[in-house]
């Protein structure tokens, strides 16, 4: 088994298909929503990607085979006063999980992060998505806590429709 994580280049057209293409499997998935990318974020969200600043991303190669992905943006810890490395989506085809490829696509964003002198990755997770809590607890990651007294972090959303 040949496994490497590389670097993504959107401008690369067979990068960008592939990428997208796994992108789509995880929207696919449950644990990713289960409906897919819409028609829209096919069409637009390459050449979108290409515009974000702070943007950093690797496909993960099995014997030649693009086998999963990992999507990062730049932030900043105001409490650190330091960057820091959010990983927006981690992505393993379904059929090669369990084989260590989240684990080195992590290694990669782990090492980009100490090159970009971030102060430490971040992430998240849906609660019953056990393989994957499984998977960032062996590479150290753990709930977001201040004071053990104020419980953990949560992640919230609110949706901005402009029709």
């Known amino acids: 088994m040949n496994l490497a994580v590389r670097s993504l280049d959107l401008s690369d057209a067979d990068q960008a298909l592939i990428w997208l293409d796994l992108l789509d499997h995880y929207a696919s998935d449950p644990m990713g929503g289960g409906d897919g990318l819409s028609e829209y974020a096919k069409l637009n969200l390459v050449g979108a990607m290409r515009e974000v600043p702070g943007f ?3 496909l993960a190669w099995l014997d030649g085979q693009a086998v999963g992905l990992i999507d990062c943006f ?19 085809r379904a059929d ?3 084989q260590g490829i ?3 696509l992590l290694a990669w964003a782990e090492q980009r ?3 970009l002198g971030c102060c430490k990755l ?4 849906l609660s019953k998505n056990h393989g994957a809590m499984a998977c960032y607890e062996r590479a150290g990651y753990m709930p977001y806590v201040l004071d053990p007294q104020a419980g953990h972090a949560l992640f919230l959303q609110k949706f901005i429709d402009k029709d």
């Open 56 to 58: 950093h991303g690797a």
């Open 74 to 92: 730049a932030g900043f810890s105001t409490f650190a006063a330091k960057p820091l490395l959010n990983v927006h989506d981690i992505v393993v």
């Open 96 to 98: 090669r999980r369990g």
């Open 102 to 104: 989240g684990r080195a």
């Open 113 to 115: 992060a100490a090159e």
């Open 122 to 125: 971040t992430l998240e997770v």
